[in-house]
Structures are given as structure tokens and as C-alpha cells.
């Protein structure tokens, strides 16, 4: 909590990828369409946020300051392409024929 409390943003933190995803999915799992408003807003902030590497970076608040623990980022990562995936923004994946 104390490190939460620390963060310039603390009265009103931003969103984050994570919790945006997150909301896409209950409402998504809910019954609500793709073509909602706020889910397409949702998913447009997601796709403007991933980095280059393909992930969505979120900042740990277990470990302050500490980039070499990245678990935060990757359940964001999963959470966002799982949002992505039930609104029907991705690309299916092409077997390769071996």
C-alpha cells in the first residue's frame, strides 16, 4: 500500500493494461458485443499502449524499482491478447504445413 501511496498519481492513477483488459473481458463474458463503445474505446487504448516487443508494460508494485521481475507485464501481456482474442481483434494463427 505504501508504495502505491507514493506514486504522483495516487489520487487518480491512470489506467493500465491490465485492469482496461480485465474490464474487456467481464464485459465481453457478459454478454456485452464487441462493437460496444467503451469496449471499442478499451481496445483502442490497448492497441495504442502495446510496445514494439509485443507486450503491454505494467509496472510491479510487489517490486518497486526492480525491472528484472516482469510479472505484472506478462499477466497484462496474457490479459490483453485474451481481450483482444473475445472482441475478434487477432489475426487467426496460420499452421504451417510440414
Known amino acids: 500500500v505504501?508504495?502505491?501511496q507514493s506514486k504522483p498519481d495516487a489520487e487518480s492513477p491512470g489506467s493500465d493494461a491490465y485492469m482496461t483488459a480485465?474490464?474487456?473481458?467481464?464485459?465481453?463474458e457478459a454478454g456485452v458485443a464487441a462493437d460496444d463503445e467503451q469496449i471499442q474505446r478499451g481496445i483502442a487504448w490497448l492497441k495504442s499502449r502495446q510496445r514494439q516487443s509485443g507486450r503491454w508494460w505494467v509496472e510491479s508494485l510487489t517490486f518497486p524499482g526492480d525491472n528484472r521481475k516482469h510479472f505484472t507485464t506478462y499477466i497484462a501481456t496474457?490479459?490483453?491478447?485474451r481481450a483482444l482474442h473475445l472482441c475478434g481483434?487477432?489475426?487467426?494463427a496460420v499452421?504451417?504445413?510440414e
Open 89 to 92: 481483434e487477432l489475426e487467426p
Open 22 to 28: 480485465f474490464a474487456i473481458v467481464l464485459l465481453r
Open 95 to 97: 499452421a504451417s504445413e
Open 78 to 81: 496474457a490479459q490483453a491478447l
Open 2 to 4: 505504501d508504495t502505491l
